[in-house]
């Protein structure tokens, strides 16, 4: 069998799409890839009590502790040097990936946005900000959409959407709920196809 892909999933928050990759590695759905680190932007967030679970290495790399971006961003991809990184996960992860991270490794950094992309998109456009835009625009389908990481937010060429019907009535928690819980499906078959190509 294939050697596994090394993935480090970088997160900022709760970290139910790392539940979601790390449950379909467990049940066999993701046999060809394994999470060898999980990073957050953040200390205390319940992503990194998910990972201890599971016994993955983590580390938290602030904004904070470095005078400047890019020693913020050189910090980072130390971290995913070190642990051998083949391909790069955001899954809420809130901070822009610097262009050394995406130089080093271009076309090897996914994403999963809670919307249908390209609309819906760019600075400003997540969490619950991108489901009351398509509350305001009057949509009648939103969902998510797996795509690789560019220079610029939510840019990069789309993968793979799953969509869901806007339901008169919603609130962005309603909206939200519906799409996340295509998320925890999509991203992790997501993942699967493309480390099958790489």
């Known amino acids: 069998m294939p050697k596994a892909v090394r993935l480090a999933v970088l997160v900022s928050g709760g970290g ?8 379909a590695r467990t049940s ?5 890839a394994e999470v060898v680190l999980v990073l957050s932007s953040k ?4 992503a990194l009590e998910r990972a201890k679970k599971y016994q993955i290495e983590t580390a938290v790399v602030e904004r904070s502790a470095f005078a400047s971006d890019d020693l913020f961003q050189a910090a980072i991809l130390k971290k995913l ?4 990184v083949d391909v790069v996960c955001l899954a809420g992860y809130l901070r822009k990936l610097g262009p050394s991270i995406i130089q ?3 076309g090897r950094i996914l994403n999963i946005h809670p919307a249908l992309l390209p609309k819906f998109g ?13 509350l305001a ?11 690789v990481v560019d220079e610029e937010f939510d ?5 793979s959407q799953a969509k869901v019907p806007v339901l008169s009535g919603d609130n962005a928690e309603t909206l939200a709920a519906r799409v996340l819980e295509q998320e925890h499906k999509l991203y992790p078959k997501s993942i699967r196809e493309f480390c099958e190509k790489i």
Do not use: D, W
């Not at 066999?28 to 060809?32: A, H, R, W």
């Open 16 to 23: 139910s799409n790392l539940e979601a990759i790390l449950t």
């Open 28 to 32: 066999g759905q993701l046999e060809n």
């Open 43 to 46: 200390a205390g967030v319940y």
């Open 81 to 84: 040097a070190q642990a051998k």
């Open 104 to 106: 080093h490794y271009r």
């Open 122 to 134: 760019g600075p400003g456009m997540y969490g619950h900000f991108v489901h009351e835009a398509v």
């Open 137 to 147: 625009a009057g949509e009648k389908e939103s969902g998510c959409s797996v795509h």
């Open 155 to 159: 840019h990069g060429p789309v993968l």
